[in-house]
């Protein structure tokens, strides 16, 4: 299962690449203003910094909605650096661009994505993956993981080798449950993957043998 980092934050996406489990970001408008990254230029060199970190994928999301404009902008992040994806948004016009993209050879993520039948979608125009969101699932009280079980049954069903990249995961539980049930990827803040590390009879049982170490020497 690959990790991405779900942050625009360099700070934080440094220390999850020091840790030498990250493979990839992936980064949306919210986040990018969430760091005060604004203009054109600005973002553009941002998605730069950021693959300058990391050595794995990058997902920079398109801000057009129509296809011409998709097409436009996504050329234009994908000339940035070998390992931008382009991002595009669950509507007609993006399904259409990630075909295009998919035909020209160039990555894309389908984003917000909330069904089955979005996702078999994204899987039929080529994505190189899908991004369904589960937190914001749950925070409607809908099963965000049972959306990752349903895509998983349809694409190995028919062999898509679109990636599922579980999204708007939000703590470890949720990162847990996506590997039982065969996600991908997850996109996380970096708490749902330093998380993973938190156990207090790890931390009981290191300290009684530094303990038990110190008496003997
Ligand atoms: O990867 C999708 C993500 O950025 C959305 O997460 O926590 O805003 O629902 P969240």
Known sequence: ?????????????????????????????????????????????????????????????VIAVDFEGMVNEGEELAALHSQIVVKLPMIKEGIKAAKYFSDKGIRTNVTLVFSAGQALLAAKAGATY????????????????????????????????????????????HVIDCAKIGADVMTGPLSSIEGLLKHPLTDIGLAKFLEDYKKGN
């Open 1 to 61: 299962m690959k990790f991405f980092i779900d942050t625009a934050n360099l700070d934080q996406i440094r220390e999850a690449q020091n840790l030498g489990v990250l493979d990839g970001v992936t980064t949306n408008p919210s986040l990018m203003a969430k760091e005060g990254i604004t203009g054109r230029k600005n973002i553009l060199q941002h998605y730069i910094d950021i693959c300058d970190i990391v050595d794995g994928d990058v997902s920079a999301e």
């Open 130 to 173: 899908v991004s369904p969101f589960i937190g914001r699932l749950d925070d409607i009280s809908t099963d965000g993981l049972g959306l990752i079980a349903e895509i998983r049954q349809i694409y190995d069903n028919y062999g898509y080798e679109t990636q599922i990249l579980a999204a708007s995961v939000r703590h470890t539980m």
